[in-house]
Structure formats: structure tokens, C-alpha cells
């Protein structure tokens, strides 16, 4: 469902930007929060700091801002929410610009998720630009490059390998002419490994997965679309818009004039993505120890992943399960949901280059996430919000067994919409659905959010943390322990 030129859904109810910054300190807790929670839960998400126009605005352009529980000693100790000062979110609050390295003149204020690793809290943004480091209170430091190592942009869907510890990522940025980064960082928190991979065209490839021997790519219909980006009053034509794209492709665009033309694009022109009809729906696997040349592709159908839930090796196939949108950017130019996306389950074989395609559930649902410690390896379950057919989070959280094949459904109530869950196991060594969810839920006749806790096992609830403010919708975020 598109918005009008008039009105754009992107900047209204929940979806609706807060303000001001908060510290809260006396918060109310209804039920018990479990012990051996001692740390922060930290969510990111577009927030735009000065009014947008409704007619340009995009959600995935809103200035990020992390929204923060601190949890601990079976207290809820204090909320937090902060926009992140990239040079511009800094000059606008009147504060010092944070110094360090930006690639290609992209100092964007990251959005889409926040991570801890290698002793470091990191807000994310994908398309080129660098993240930023956060202090313990989501206070922002600083421009972020994993220690001088990046050497370019980074993604907002990093993987932590549970049986190593590294961090694996694919990044992109459209002008690196038909490149995608694959990179693994150590447990130091430098870049010890990097393959650029030869993809053609210039794709969005939001997330990836991890298998224990694989790197699975998502090379969808979604690509850089550099009439959108060179901004409405020199709209280029289809044909010389894709001519360009074709030359961009083959031998990339100096950092200096990509960061012109990426910060204008940026700045409320337009979104510089777009659905292409011209571009074939392929998964790729390429062996985590092997070359750029080893890279392989399988076709699939057209279609949009943002998420894959996880994927594994089974009987010599790579198993992915994902969230199909069956198009993305084609209708709706301010946001990702024109079509109600769902839950699929694809079989890579390589030995006879094929992808069998199952829907599992019919229902609209996005934000899927499974135990942390299952990446890379079958997981029994996984959490994902209910959407309805605008996209628009509604109250349900859905919970799949896919050993059990069936699907538990746990209801909030009129007026309530959620955003993303995350599991956290009650210890080290317990089972995959011993332990609890924590995420946020508005509900709207208070128009307030609180902090969920949920049993992973039941979905019944565990405790409520009331906030006494409102959390945007949002993007990705992640149980930070201490």
C-alpha cells in the first residue's frame, strides 16, 4: 500500500519519529525479570532528527537512533534513546562533530542495527558508509573501521560464527562496479580476511547467510538506480540510466565522485534503489575457504530477501529458509512492503544446479530471528513478528517448530504492534528455546512502549518493563550481555 504524495505512513503512528532524548531511571516493573538477564537490550532504527518532506521520504533514510534497556540484578536499571551523531546529526544538536574515518565521504548516521563485538557496541548501516561506535550509555564515539581495516563500507546484517567467534559480513556499495566485499573479522577485531566477488550489476544484497562451509548470497532484483539517485529535476531517461549502470558495473566510480553523488541521493531527493525487471533472482554459494572464481550460482524466482532466518548443509544441499517479498520498491517508493511477505524454505543442490522453493506458512511476517548459537547449523525454531498485508507490524509474534511442524501464535491485544524479538538463552549450555524473548511493543491507545519478556517455550510472559515513552518502529538489535 502506497502513500500518497500528500501523506507518507513512514511518518505516521508508530512509525512516527520521537523528538527528544531520554534517560529514565525509575522504571516500573510488572512480573520478574530473570537473573541471568545482566545486560543491555539495544534496538536501532530511523528517527529523522529535522522534518522530511512526506512526498521524498523514505523509511530506510530516517536518521538512526538506538533505543536501550539496561537490565540487571533482576531490575530494570534505566531506558536510554539516542540519535547517532554522524558529523551532520552533530552539528544540527550544536555538539563537536566526532572525529575518524568516513569511506567515500558517506558520514551517514547508521539506522538499521546495533551489535556488540570485539569489546565494541556498533551501530550499523549498509550501502557504503561506515558504522559507529557506541559507550555502554549509546552515547556515540566515533566513526568506526574495525581498527583501520575495513578498507570500505560494511553491512548491517553481520553473522557471528558460534563455532569460531569471527564475524562474517557481505557489504556492498554501488560504486564498486559490480563487486559485493566478503570479509571475516577476528576476535581481535581486525579484518583478517577479505574476497571481492564479481556479481555484475549493482545490487542491494541487505543480508546473507553462514553454513558451516558456505557464504550464501542473495543476488535479488533490487539495484542501484542512478536516475533516482542524479534527483528529480535530472531524472535520466530508462535506457540511459541503465547504459550507465552498465559502465558503473564494469569499472566502478572514484570515491569521490560516488560520495557526491551518494550524499545527494541521500539527502530527500529520492531513494536511490529500485525493484529491476531486467535483473535474474539467483542464490549463491561460494565455499568459505575457497577463491572469487569458486563462486556459484543457482536461479530462483523473482523475489526480495531482507531476512533469511538461517541456513545449513543437509544430505549435500544448502538449506535456507527466508522471508520472500514477492517485489519490493515497485509501488511503494517510501518503504520495503508492497506484498505480504512469508516464510519459505529453499533447497540449494549443487549437483544438479537447482533451488526447490516451499512455502511454509501464508501468513505476513518479517524480522525473523533463532537462536544466535543455531547460525550456520538446522535450528528448531524461530520468532518473527506478524505483519498484515500494508506491512504494518501487527500483535503477534510467531513461533516456529520445525521439527514439530507447527506454529505457536502469541496475541497482545488490540492496539498492540510489535517490533523485532530476540532469544536469550538462560545459560551457556541451554537448550534452544530455554530461555526468553525481549522486544519492544507499542500499544497504541496508550501510546506508550514497553520492554516484553517472554518464555521461549510457552510465549507466555515473563515480565514488563514499562518505559514511559514511545519506540518508533524500527529495524535490528540484539541482547548485549555484560
Not at 71 to 96: F, K, P
Not at 139 to 157: C, Q, V
Request: hydrophobic share 35%; aromatic share 10%; glycine share 10%.
Amino acid at each position: 500500500m502506497a502513500s500518497s504524495a500528500l501523506s507518507n505512513r513512514y511518518l505516521e503512528g508508530n512509525f512516527a519519529p520521537v523528538s527528544t532524548e531520554a534517560t529514565v531511571t525509575d522504571l516500573a516493573v510488572e512480573g520478574t525479570i530473570p537473573d541471568f538477564l545482566d545486560g543491555r537490550y539495544v534496538r536501532n532504527g530511523p528517527n529523522p532528527l529535522e522534518k522530511p518532506d512526506p512526498a521524498t521520504y523514505h523509511w530506510f533514510m530516517g536518521t538512526g537512533m538506538v533505543h536501550g534497556v539496561r537490565l540487571g540484578d533482576g531490575r530494570a536499571q534505566w531506558y536510554r534513546n539516542r540519535w547517532v551523531r554522524s558529523a551532520g546529526v552533530a552539528t544540527a544538536l550544536g555538539e563537536t562533530v566526532r572525529p575518524g574515518p568516513v569511506h567515500a565521504g558517506m558520514d551517514m548516521s547508521p539506522n538499521t542495527n546495533v551489535i556488540s563485538f570485539a569489546g565494541s557496541t556498533l551501530a550499523l548501516v549498509e550501502g557504503g558508509a561506515h558504522p559507529y561506535e557506541l559507550s555502554d550509555e549509546l552515547d556515540t564515539l566515533r566513526p568506526f573501521d574495525f581498527a583501520g581495516t575495513l578498507g570500505g563500507g560494511y553491512s548491517a546484517h553481520p553473522l557471528v560464527d558460534p563455532a569460531t567467534g569471527e564475524l562474517h559480513s557481505v557489504s556492498y556499495f554501488w560504486a564498486w562496479g559490480g563487486r559485493v566485499r566478503y570479509q571475516v573479522v577476528g576476535l581481535d577485531g581486525r579484518v583478517r580476511k577479505h574476497v571481492d566477488l564479481d556479481v555484475g550489476g549493482l545490487p542491494m544484497m541487505h543480508a546473507f547467510s553462514l553454513t558451516e562451509h558456505y557464504v550464501v548470497l542473495y543476488d535479488l532484483p533490487v539495484t542501484f538506480d542512478l536516475s533516482r539517485a542524479s534527483g528529480a529535476a535530472k531524472r535520466l531517461p530508462a535506457g540511459a540510466a541503465r547504459r550507465a549502470a552498465g559502465l558503473v558495473s564494469r569499472h566502478g566510480v572514484p570515491d569521490a565522485v560516488a560520495g557526491s553523488i551518494s550524499r545527494r541521493a541521500g539527502a530527500g531527493s529520492d531513494f536511490p534503489y529500485s525493484w529491476d525487471p531486467h535483473r535474474p533472482a539467483r542464490v549463491g554459494l561460494l565455499p568459505r575457504d575457497g577463491a572469487a572464481g569458486d563462486l556459484r550460482w543457482y536461479d530462483v524466482g523473482p523475489c526480495y530477501v531482507y531476512h533469511p532466518v538461517n541456513a545449513f548443509e543437509e544430505d549435500g544441499r544448502v538449506v535456507a529458509y527466508v522471508v520472500r517479498h514477492p517485489s519490493t520498491f515497485v509501488s511503494d517508493r517510501h518503504g520495503p512492503f508492497e506484498a505480504m511477505p512469508t516464510l519459505e524454505r529453499w533447497s540449494i543442490d549443487p549437483a544438479v544446479s537447482t533451488v526447490k522453493e516451499e512455502q511454509l506458512d501464508d501468513r505476513g511476517l518479517e524480522f525473523p530471528r533463532v537462536d544466535d548459537r543455531r547460525c550456520g547449523r538446522p535450528q528448531r525454531y524461530s520468532y518473527s513478528v506478524g505483519v498484515d498485508a500494508a506491512g504494518v507490524p501487527s500483535g503477534s509474534l510467531l513461533r516456529h517448530d520445525y521439527v514439530g511442524e507447527r506454529t505457536t501464535a502469541r496475541h497482545f491485544g488490540p492496539g498492540c504492534e510489535l517490533s523485532e524479538f530476540v532469544f536469550v538463552p538462560s545459560s551457556a549450555a541451554s537448550a534452544e528455546d530455554e530461555g526468553v524473548l525481549i522486544g519492544f511493543v507499542y500499544d497504541r491507545p496508550a501510546d506508550r512502549s514497553d520492554l516484553r519478556i517472554l518464555d521461549a517455550a510457552t510465549l507466555e510472559a515473563v515480565g514488563t518493563v514499562h518505559l514511559q515513552a514511545r519506540v518508533p518502529h524500527g529495524f535490528h538489535g540484539n541482547w548485549l550481555p555484560s
